[in-house]
Structures are given as C-alpha cells and as structure tokens.
C-alpha cells in the first residue's frame, strides 16, 4: 500500500551566491520500506527564519523519515509531526 505525504526540498541556486530556497511537492512511499521517523528541528527552525514557502502555518512540524533502498538509503523531510505520520503508516498498513 502506497501513501501519499507532502514533502519539504530543497532548491539550490546555480550560482555561488544564490540563495537555496525551499518547495512543496507531494510524495508517495511504500511503509514496508520506512527504517526510522523523527522530528526533524532544523526544518522548524527554516520556518521560523521565513525560509519555507509562505503560506505554510507557522506552527507546522516536520519529520524526517529514512527509507531502505537495500543496500543504501534516502531521507525525506515531511509536514506533520512524528506520530501523525506514524498513524498514517499504521493506518495504511492495516487496511492492506
């Protein structure tokens, strides 16, 4: 069962001096491959320093999740705290 979340990345300038800058985009993940879920702060942090897109809430969490890719592995920071996405797992989990 494949899950749909909003994924927070990073856009970097080509220049030395351009400014990395962030976007929304959604994303779909299997939850067998999920390893690890945390709060991930320094995304917080961003959007306190208006560094996120601006319609986002400014009381918005975020979580990183770790990804098996077998032998390697990918993180990707989401919208939503830990356990709110930890429930979604479950709950897609469940129903398959």
């Keep these: 069962m494949i899950i749909k979340l909003v994924e927070i990345y990073e856009i970097t ?13 959604e ?3 299997n939850p067998d491959h999920v390893v690890c879920l ?5 995304m917080k942090r961003k ?10 809430n400014p009381n918005q969490q975020f979580t990183k999740i770790s990804l098996s890719r077998g032998h390697s592995g990918i993180d990707l920071v989401v919208a939503g705290p830990p356990d709110s996405i930890e429930n979604k797992l479950k709950s897609n989990m469940l129903r398959g």
């Excluded at 945390?38 to 320094?42: A, G, P, T, W």
């Excluded at 959007?47 to 986002?56: G, H, N, T, V």
């Design 38 to 42: 945390r709060e991930d702060l320094s």
């Design 47 to 56: 959007l306190e320093a208006k560094l996120l897109p601006e319609d986002m």
């Design 13 to 25: 300038g080509r220049s030395r001096d351009a400014k990395t800058s962030y976007c929304l985009r």
């Design 27 to 29: 994303v779909y993940i």
